[in-house]
Protein backbone atom coordinates (compact mmCIF):
# COMPACT_ATOMS: atom_id res chain seq x y z
CA UNK A 1 0.00 0.00 0.00
CA UNK A 2 1.64 3.25 -1.25
CA UNK A 3 1.22 6.30 1.70
CA UNK A 4 1.94 9.82 0.31
CA UNK A 5 4.63 11.85 2.45
CA UNK A 6 1.74 14.04 3.90
CA UNK A 7 -0.45 11.07 5.53
CA UNK A 8 2.30 9.42 6.83
CA UNK A 9 3.87 13.02 8.40
CA UNK A 10 -0.03 13.11 9.89
CA UNK A 11 0.18 9.80 11.37
CA UNK A 12 3.89 10.49 12.86
CA UNK A 13 2.67 13.95 14.14
CA UNK A 14 -0.40 12.05 15.85
CA UNK A 15 1.98 9.29 17.34
CA UNK A 16 4.25 11.66 19.33
CA UNK A 17 1.39 14.31 20.56
CA UNK A 18 -0.45 10.67 22.02
CA UNK A 19 3.35 9.87 23.23
CA UNK A 20 4.03 12.67 25.02
CA UNK A 21 0.37 13.18 26.30
CA UNK A 22 0.97 9.40 27.70
CA UNK A 23 4.09 10.81 29.44
CA UNK A 24 2.97 13.30 31.24
CA UNK A 25 -0.11 11.87 32.02
CA UNK A 26 2.35 9.21 33.77
CA UNK A 27 4.56 11.97 35.61
CA UNK A 28 1.62 13.62 36.89
CA UNK A 29 0.24 9.94 38.28
CA UNK A 30 3.29 9.55 39.80
CA UNK A 31 3.65 13.04 41.28
CA UNK A 32 0.72 12.04 42.92
CA UNK A 33 1.52 9.15 44.73
CA UNK A 34 4.56 10.26 45.87
CA UNK A 35 2.37 13.31 47.71
CA UNK A 36 -0.44 10.44 49.10
CA UNK A 37 2.69 8.40 50.61
CA UNK A 38 4.03 11.79 52.33
CA UNK A 39 0.92 13.41 53.83
CA UNK A 40 1.43 17.48 53.92
CA UNK A 41 0.37 17.11 57.66
CA UNK A 42 2.27 14.19 58.70
CA UNK A 43 4.41 14.93 62.03
CA UNK A 44 7.26 13.27 62.81
CA UNK A 45 8.33 13.31 66.58
CA UNK A 46 11.83 12.15 67.77
CA UNK A 47 13.42 13.82 70.96
CA UNK A 48 16.27 11.93 72.52
CA UNK A 49 18.52 13.34 75.69
CA UNK A 50 21.15 11.99 76.86
CA UNK A 51 24.46 12.83 78.89
CA UNK A 52 23.70 16.75 78.37
CA UNK A 53 23.20 16.43 74.71
CA UNK A 54 19.77 16.75 72.84
CA UNK A 55 18.94 15.38 69.62
CA UNK A 56 15.63 15.69 67.76
CA UNK A 57 13.80 15.38 64.58
CA UNK A 58 10.42 16.94 64.09
CA UNK A 59 8.07 17.48 61.18
CA UNK A 60 4.80 19.86 61.87
CA UNK A 61 5.20 18.93 65.67
CA UNK A 62 3.30 20.61 67.60
CA UNK A 63 5.83 23.35 70.14
CA UNK A 64 4.10 22.78 73.61
CA UNK A 65 4.70 18.98 72.83
CA UNK A 66 8.21 19.29 71.96
CA UNK A 67 9.05 21.58 74.69
CA UNK A 68 7.27 19.36 77.50
CA UNK A 69 9.38 16.42 75.84
CA UNK A 70 12.29 17.82 76.10
CA UNK A 71 11.46 19.07 79.85
CA UNK A 72 10.22 15.56 80.88
CA UNK A 73 13.54 13.57 79.77
CA UNK A 74 16.31 16.42 80.72
CA UNK A 75 14.75 18.19 84.26
CA UNK A 76 15.31 21.21 82.65
CA UNK A 77 12.41 24.22 83.29
CA UNK A 78 11.42 26.55 80.18
CA UNK A 79 9.68 29.65 80.78
CA UNK A 80 8.43 31.09 77.46
CA UNK A 81 6.86 34.17 77.11
CA UNK A 82 5.26 34.20 74.00
CA UNK A 83 3.20 32.23 71.28
CA UNK A 84 3.53 28.47 71.87
CA UNK A 85 0.62 27.33 69.49
CA UNK A 86 3.24 26.86 66.68
CA UNK A 87 4.53 23.54 65.42
CA UNK A 88 8.16 23.39 64.13
CA UNK A 89 10.32 20.68 61.85
CA UNK A 90 14.32 21.00 62.24
CA UNK A 91 16.89 18.20 62.71
CA UNK A 92 19.74 18.23 64.34
CA UNK A 93 21.97 15.52 66.40
CA UNK A 94 23.81 15.73 69.74
CA UNK A 95 24.18 19.52 70.81
CA UNK A 96 24.56 20.90 74.02
CA UNK A 97 20.62 21.49 75.91
CA UNK A 98 21.00 25.14 75.91
CA UNK A 99 22.08 25.60 72.19
CA UNK A 100 19.54 22.34 70.85
CA UNK A 101 16.76 24.60 73.37
CA UNK A 102 17.66 27.99 71.69
CA UNK A 103 17.53 26.44 67.70
CA UNK A 104 14.46 25.46 68.66
CA UNK A 105 12.74 28.08 70.01
CA UNK A 106 14.59 30.33 67.93
CA UNK A 107 13.75 34.39 68.34
CA UNK A 108 11.22 33.56 70.83
CA UNK A 109 11.28 35.44 74.18
CA UNK A 110 11.97 32.64 77.26
CA UNK A 111 14.16 31.67 79.88
CA UNK A 112 16.02 28.19 80.51
CA UNK A 113 17.03 26.89 83.62
CA UNK A 114 18.75 23.43 83.54
CA UNK A 115 20.39 20.99 86.12
CA UNK A 116 23.40 18.74 85.21
CA UNK A 117 23.78 15.97 87.44
CA UNK A 118 21.05 16.57 89.47
CA UNK A 119 22.85 19.54 91.04
CA UNK A 120 19.75 21.14 93.48
CA UNK A 121 21.05 24.74 92.93
CA UNK A 122 20.34 24.49 88.93
CA UNK A 123 21.98 26.59 85.98
CA UNK A 124 20.42 29.29 84.69
CA UNK A 125 21.03 30.35 81.32
CA UNK A 126 18.51 33.53 79.91
CA UNK A 127 19.46 32.62 76.59
CA UNK A 128 16.96 34.72 74.67
CA UNK A 129 15.76 38.23 75.72
CA UNK A 130 13.93 39.15 71.96
CA UNK A 131 12.13 42.20 71.68
CA UNK A 132 13.54 43.85 68.75
CA UNK A 133 16.86 43.33 66.65
CA UNK A 134 18.52 46.13 68.93
CA UNK A 135 17.58 44.91 71.97
CA UNK A 136 18.52 41.23 71.15
CA UNK A 137 22.23 42.48 70.08
CA UNK A 138 22.59 44.46 72.98
CA UNK A 139 20.99 41.31 75.52
CA UNK A 140 23.84 38.91 74.19
CA UNK A 141 26.26 41.48 75.32
CA UNK A 142 25.07 41.89 78.43
CA UNK A 143 24.48 38.39 79.38
CA UNK A 144 28.22 37.12 78.25
CA UNK A 145 29.54 39.92 80.47
CA UNK A 146 27.05 39.82 83.76
CA UNK A 147 27.46 36.53 85.97
CA UNK A 148 24.06 35.47 86.99
CA UNK A 149 22.66 36.18 90.03
CA UNK A 150 21.53 32.56 90.50
CA UNK A 151 22.19 29.99 92.08
CA UNK A 152 20.90 30.14 95.30
CA UNK A 153 24.51 30.23 96.68
CA UNK A 154 27.23 31.58 94.65
CA UNK A 155 30.88 30.63 95.31
CA UNK A 156 33.04 32.87 97.34
CA UNK A 157 35.99 34.33 95.74
CA UNK A 158 38.80 33.02 96.14
CA UNK A 159 41.16 34.95 99.63
CA UNK A 160 37.75 36.82 99.85
CA UNK A 161 36.53 35.99 103.43
CA UNK A 162 32.76 35.07 103.49
CA UNK A 163 30.33 37.57 104.04
CA UNK A 164 29.12 37.98 107.74
CA UNK A 165 25.25 36.70 108.40
CA UNK A 166 22.72 39.24 108.14
CA UNK A 167 20.02 39.96 110.91
CA UNK A 168 16.41 38.64 110.67
CA UNK A 169 16.18 42.77 110.24
CA UNK A 170 18.83 43.87 107.73
CA UNK A 171 17.34 40.50 105.59
CA UNK A 172 13.86 42.68 105.46
CA UNK A 173 15.03 45.94 104.88
CA UNK A 174 17.58 44.60 102.32
CA UNK A 175 14.18 42.53 100.64
CA UNK A 176 11.64 45.28 100.46
CA UNK A 177 14.12 49.05 99.94
CA UNK A 178 17.08 47.81 98.37
CA UNK A 179 17.09 49.64 94.67
CA UNK A 180 19.01 46.69 93.13
CA UNK A 181 16.71 43.67 92.26
CA UNK A 182 19.55 41.65 92.39
CA UNK A 183 19.88 42.43 96.06
CA UNK A 184 16.17 42.14 96.82
CA UNK A 185 16.37 38.89 95.31
CA UNK A 186 19.39 37.30 97.22
CA UNK A 187 17.27 39.06 100.19
CA UNK A 188 14.60 36.89 99.65
CA UNK A 189 16.23 34.14 99.30
CA UNK A 190 18.12 34.36 102.44
CA UNK A 191 14.89 35.01 104.56
CA UNK A 192 13.41 31.87 103.03
CA UNK A 193 16.29 29.46 104.18
CA UNK A 194 15.81 31.18 107.57
CA UNK A 195 12.46 29.19 107.53
CA UNK A 196 11.47 31.68 109.96
CA UNK A 197 7.21 31.96 109.94
CA UNK A 198 8.01 36.11 110.33
CA UNK A 199 9.58 35.93 106.66
CA UNK A 200 6.00 35.08 105.28
CA UNK A 201 4.31 38.75 105.61
CA UNK A 202 7.47 40.10 104.10
CA UNK A 203 7.86 37.81 101.27
CA UNK A 204 4.21 38.00 100.70
CA UNK A 205 4.67 42.54 100.10
CA UNK A 206 7.89 41.35 97.70
CA UNK A 207 5.44 38.78 95.63
CA UNK A 208 2.89 41.39 95.45
CA UNK A 209 4.62 45.20 94.70
CA UNK A 210 8.15 43.97 93.41
CA UNK A 211 8.44 45.05 89.84
CA UNK A 212 11.13 42.73 88.95
CA UNK A 213 10.04 39.31 87.76
CA UNK A 214 13.34 37.53 89.16
CA UNK A 215 12.27 38.75 92.63
CA UNK A 216 8.54 37.86 92.43
CA UNK A 217 9.93 34.35 91.02
CA UNK A 218 12.60 34.09 93.91
CA UNK A 219 9.33 34.86 96.41
CA UNK A 220 7.79 31.52 95.58
CA UNK A 221 10.70 29.86 96.01
CA UNK A 222 11.22 31.19 99.43
CA UNK A 223 7.54 30.73 100.48
CA UNK A 224 8.56 26.90 99.37
CA UNK A 225 11.59 26.59 101.22
CA UNK A 226 9.68 27.74 104.42
CA UNK A 227 7.32 24.94 103.54
CA UNK A 228 4.35 25.69 105.82
CA UNK A 229 1.06 25.04 105.01
CA UNK A 230 -0.08 28.71 105.75
CA UNK A 231 1.28 29.61 102.47
CA UNK A 232 -0.90 28.74 100.01
CA UNK A 233 -2.65 31.56 100.40
CA UNK A 234 0.39 34.12 99.92
CA UNK A 235 1.46 31.85 96.62
CA UNK A 236 -1.82 32.05 95.60
CA UNK A 237 -1.76 36.10 94.97
CA UNK A 238 1.19 35.19 91.97
CA UNK A 239 -1.46 33.65 90.07
CA UNK A 240 -2.60 36.93 89.24
CA UNK A 241 0.60 38.03 88.55
CA UNK A 242 1.08 39.71 84.59
CA UNK A 243 3.79 37.53 83.44
CA UNK A 244 2.41 33.66 82.26
CA UNK A 245 5.80 32.17 84.05
CA UNK A 246 5.41 33.71 87.14
CA UNK A 247 1.71 32.04 87.20
CA UNK A 248 3.25 28.87 86.03
CA UNK A 249 5.74 28.81 88.96
CA UNK A 250 2.99 29.61 91.49
CA UNK A 251 0.94 26.44 90.04
CA UNK A 252 4.29 24.25 90.05
CA UNK A 253 4.37 25.62 94.06
CA UNK A 254 0.96 24.87 95.12
CA UNK A 255 1.29 21.34 93.59
CA UNK A 256 3.95 20.16 95.93
CA UNK A 257 2.29 22.02 98.71
CA UNK A 258 -0.63 20.60 98.32
CA UNK A 259 -4.04 20.06 100.69
CA UNK A 260 -7.19 20.91 99.41
CA UNK A 261 -7.19 24.84 99.18
CA UNK A 262 -4.09 24.21 96.78
CA UNK A 263 -6.22 22.13 94.36
CA UNK A 264 -8.64 24.24 94.50
CA UNK A 265 -6.45 27.36 93.12
CA UNK A 266 -4.86 24.87 90.35
CA UNK A 267 -8.63 24.17 89.43
CA UNK A 268 -8.84 27.85 89.12
CA UNK A 269 -5.39 28.00 86.97
CA UNK A 270 -7.57 25.50 84.11
CA UNK A 271 -8.99 28.73 82.92
CA UNK A 272 -5.68 30.73 82.57
CA UNK A 273 -5.21 32.49 79.72
CA UNK A 274 -1.92 31.12 79.28
CA UNK A 275 -1.86 27.68 77.77
CA UNK A 276 1.18 26.49 79.41
CA UNK A 277 -0.15 27.57 82.89
CA UNK A 278 -3.31 25.67 81.65
CA UNK A 279 -1.37 22.41 81.13
CA UNK A 280 0.41 22.75 83.95
CA UNK A 281 -2.63 22.84 85.85
CA UNK A 282 -4.42 19.91 84.24
CA UNK A 283 -1.23 18.25 84.64
CA UNK A 284 -0.66 18.46 88.48
CA UNK A 285 -4.39 17.75 88.95
CA UNK A 286 -4.23 14.54 86.93
CA UNK A 287 -1.02 13.35 89.01
CA UNK A 288 -2.95 14.18 92.04
CA UNK A 289 -5.90 12.42 90.55
CA UNK A 290 -8.20 15.39 90.87
CA UNK A 291 -10.15 16.30 87.48
CA UNK A 292 -12.25 19.53 87.44
CA UNK A 293 -15.59 19.00 88.91
Given amino acids: MNISPSVLKKYIS???LTTIFLLQNFALNECRLLRADTPKGEEIF???FENGQLSVKLKNSPLEKVLKEIM?????KIWLNDSIDTTITIEFQNLPIEEGVRK???NKNYAFVFAPHGSKDGKLSIISSHKSKETA???KDVLSKKPVQKPVQPAVKKGKPKKERRSFEELVKEALENPSADKREDAIIALGETKDKK????????LTNDASED?????????LEIGDKSVVDVVSVALKDKEPWVRESAVEALGELGGEAAVELIKNALNDDDGSVRELAKEILEEQGKGKN
Avoid at 72 to 76: D, K, L
Fill in 72 to 76: SQSGA
Fill in 137 to 139: VKG
Fill in 14 to 16: ICL
Fill in 104 to 106: IIK
Fill in 199 to 206: AIEVISKA
Fill in 215 to 223: VRLSCIDAL
Fill in 46 to 48: EVK
